[in-house]
């Protein structure tokens, strides 16, 4: 069966989509067209740019995560001045060892900009600050910017999405009018972007399925709030998740697969390889249960 995916922000909980994928594989399920948010958008890139899960497995399991991670040398050796390069520049990493290996792994597809990929095949998730509003790229390029999709790099779009806020610091962008825009994190303001694929007034080309790295019962649960820590956290999730929500309760029975990826810190780069192999079973295994049921 031919679907459409999209997959959700979480960080590096990002290893259980690869099970979900094997998932899918073993059940004859081909994805035509993805989309993402942050680690979504990181898996969403690959598979458009032709990555078959077999490798993604490979390449994610043996990656060490804490080489995409960049600081200046004087940095490494006075950790506290990140505290400072946060206040100055918004973020304690500059990710331009993670655009660079994003780059080579697109390269070796052949995938460079936009113009390599399908119409339509892959849309990413990113918030534009400068603007306070959520862009979808490529398709805002032109109209928003004045940006050309086919000049545009997927590795720069997919390092825009995954952008974590505060963790690496904001993608710069100019527009025709040489004016400055801070992009970040597309997760920030729609987590899990099933809307992207919905055709106003129009049936849908084939089912649309959602990876959400969430558990069911921690993305639609009302949390109580009794002091500023949980006011925080309740305030960011609403913001991740109002916009998406808005879309999902209109659906009866949403094509959802939750992930159950609670237990993992969404920047724990230090995860160890036997994690990650219990993440990619977990999302196997979630998704299993999900297809014997649904579609």
């Not at 998932?23 to 993805?34: D, G, T, W």
């Not at 849309?123 to 979808?136: E, F, M």
């Not at 109209?143 to 610091?169: H, M, N, W």
Request: with cysteine; proline share 3%; aromatic share 10%.
């Amino acid at each position: 069966m031919k679907i459409d995916a999209v997959f959700s922000g979480g960080g590096v909980k990002g290893f259980a989509f690869i099970g979900a994928l094997e998932a899918l594989e073993e059940k004859n399920y081909q994805i035509v067209r993805c989309a993402g948010s942050s680690a979504g958008a990181i898996v969403a890139g690959l598979l458009a740019a032709g990555y078959k899960v077999s490798e993604l497995n490979q390449i994610m399991l043996n990656k060490d995560l804490k080489e995409l991670l960049d600081s200046t040398r004087l940095e490494r050796y006075l950790p506290f001045l990140k505290w400072i390069a946060l206040y100055r520049s918004y973020g304690l990493y500059k990710g331009h060892l993670f655009e660079k290996w994003l780059e080579e792994m697109l390269a070796k597809k052949g995938v460079r900009t936009f113009a390599d990929l399908e119409e339509g095949q892959l849309k990413l998730t990113a918030a534009d600050l400068s603007l306070g509003r959520l862009v979808i790229l490529p398709d805002d390029l032109r109209e928003v910017y004045g940006l050309s999709p086919d000049t545009f790099s997927v590795a720069k779009a997919i390092r825009i999405s995954a952008g974590l806020p505060y963790f690496f610091r904001p993608i710069k962008i100019y527009d025709q009018e040489a004016k400055k825009h801070l992009m970040v994190d597309g997760a920030l303001l729609s987590s899990l972007p099933l809307w992207l694929f919905k055709r106003k007034g129009r049936k849908q080309l084939r089912p649309v399925i959602g990876f959400q790295l969430q558990s069911k019962e921690k993305y639609f649960t009302n949390f109580e709030i009794n002091n500023g820590l949980q006011f925080s956290k309740t305030l960011i999730g609403t913001m991740r998740h109002a916009q998406d929500l808005r879309y999902i309760s209109k659906i009866d029975q949403p094509n959802i697969v939750f992930l159950d990826t609670d237990h993992v810190n969404v920047a724990d780069f230090s995860l160890s390889k036997q994690d990650r192999e219990k993440m990619i079973e977990t999302g196997k295994l979630k998704t299993m249960e999900f297809l014997k049921t649904s579609l």
